[in-house]
């Protein structure tokens, strides 16, 4: 338990560099656009004087930009990471109400891919060269071909003319309506995980089918099930792991097309509604917020790696 600690601390404290130096570049890059935070600020009001220097003292406009970026560090260190600048709501309970939409998405089409790609992917390697693999590999490959918004326009064509009463926006009051508007979107945010992950589970199950030591204890007599699941499947899951784990940490960043094609209110859209309206505080920590899912994500498939298989040593 003690290495597995000490690995940990490690990690974490590897990633406290990678995150000072993404916020540096983001908190300056998005100042050093040309566009002016004042007009995102000001929005729709009245521009008088007045109203001028109290935003400029406020958000400590004039002040040089190190020392804007170091107070935001220290305030955002402290869990304070700034107002929304056009609706001037703190940025934190902004997010908190838009999360657990994106979550939701990620989660559940992250179970759904998973448990198919694996299930179709070790099918199709059990009937390799058979009509059932040759089916099941142009389904993947079509769901890796086709492009995510195409397939969210057919689905919404169908929905409107068959479903003329569903609705993907209104309230989350419950968990019945929490999952009757993001069950669908999360299906097709699933397809290109399912493809992906299939492909590489129905190649590493083949390669492993044909190795040796399956060959050996075939011959020996044990039972089909138990070379199948025991040994091959056990061997063949870590390059599965190594891709669920990339797919996972990445697919936040996914769930903006989705969120857009479906108006869910999810972070996905509340980045790009930042980013067209220059709300740099959003941006920032957006961006930040979804560095440390991927870095965290990342650490917990490398804990699995050794959880699998005790061979692979930590360093």
């Given amino acids: 338990m003690k290495k597995y600690l000490m690995y940990v601390a490690k990690r974490i404290l590897a990633m ?27 929005g729709e009001k009245q521009a008088s004087d007045e109203l001028k220097a109290r935003i400029i003292q406020e958000y400590g406009l004039d002040d040089p930009m190190l020392l804007r970026y170091i107070n935001w560090l220290k305030d955002a260190l402290s869990g304070d990471f700034g107002k929304d600048y056009t609706s001037g709501q703190n940025v934190n ?33 059990l009937h390799r060269n058979k009509p059932i693999d040759t089916a099941i590999s142009l389904l993947m490959l079509f769901f890796s071909s086709v492009p995510g918004f195409l397939i969210c326009v057919v689905v919404l064509i169908i929905v409107a003319k068959f479903m003329p009463g569903y609705s993907f926006i209104g309230t989350y009051s419950n968990i019945s309506e929490y999952f ?86 999810g972070i996905g859209g509340l980045l790009i509604s930042g980013v067209q ?25 490398d804990l699995l790696y050794v959880i699998i298989d005790p061979r692979v040593s930590l360093v």
């Fill in 180 to 265: 009757q508007r993001i069950w669908l979107p999360a299906l097709i945010m699933s397809l290109g995980h399912l493809a992906l992950l299939g492909r590489v589970t129905r190649s590493s199950m083949t390669s492993q089918l044909q190795s040796s030591y399956i060959v050996t204890a075939n011959a020996k007599g044990i039972g089909s099930n138990a070379v199948t699941y025991k040994h091959a499947f056990h061997n063949a899951v870590i390059p599965v792991l190594t891709v669920a784990g990339n797919s996972l940490a990445g697919a936040i960043g996914g769930t903006v097309l989705i969120e857009q094609i479906f108006s869910l209110p």
């Fill in 93 to 125: 309970e902004l997010i908190i109400t838009r999360i657990p939409v994106t979550l939701g998405l990620v989660g559940i089409s992250f179970v759904i891919g998973t448990i198919l790609a694996i299930l179709l992917g070790v099918i199709a390697s």
């Fill in 16 to 42: 406290i560099p990678i995150l000072l130096i993404v916020s540096f570049a983001i908190f300056f890059l998005l100042r050093l656009s040309g566009n002016s935070e004042m007009a995102a600020i000001i």
């Fill in 277 to 301: 309206t220059n709300n740099y505080p959003v941006v920032q920590v957006l961006v930040m917020l979804m560095l440390i899912i991927y870095l965290v994500v990342s650490l917990l498939v």
